[in-house]
Nanobody, 124 residues
């Protein structure tokens, strides 16, 4: 069973950039489609970005398209989310997820494992 640990969250101001990372262990990282979701206070968790096993195919939520970039380094068992031009509405706990489905999974129920999350706070 793969285990995921997120890092890199923090407090930033509107317009700033931030990178969050996810380290994987205990499984074959390159066999999983990977993704990021987020949950803001009082709101449901939502899909943010996903990437296929080989990193060729990516998908983004409309709310982050053009501002966030997902990437993976299979040799290092690492998933990364680059976040540019952050907005207050991006404030949330960000979770890294692993899916056995082939390709990119945009549906959260297709993810088998989630990390504990890392807090991102964007002030106005």
């Amino acid at each position: 069973q793969v285990q995921l640990v997120e890092s890199g969250g923090g407090w930033v101001q509107t317009g700033d950039s931030l990178r969050v990372s996810c380290a994987s262990s205990g499984g074959t990282f390159s066999s999983y489609g990977m993704g990021w979701s987020r949950q803001a206070p009082g709101k449901e968790r939502e899909f943010v970005a996903g990437i296929s096993q080989n990193g060729v195919t990516v998908r983004y939520a409309d709310s982050v398209k053009g501002r966030f970039t997902i990437s993976r380094v299979n040799a290092n068992n690492t998933l990364i989310l680059y976040m540019d031009n952050l907005l207050p509405e991006d404030t949330a706990v960000y979770f890294c997820g692993a899916s056995r489905w082939l390709g990119v999974s945009t549906q959260l129920q297709r993810y088998d494992t989630w990390g504990q999350g890392t807090q991102v706070t964007v002030s106005s």
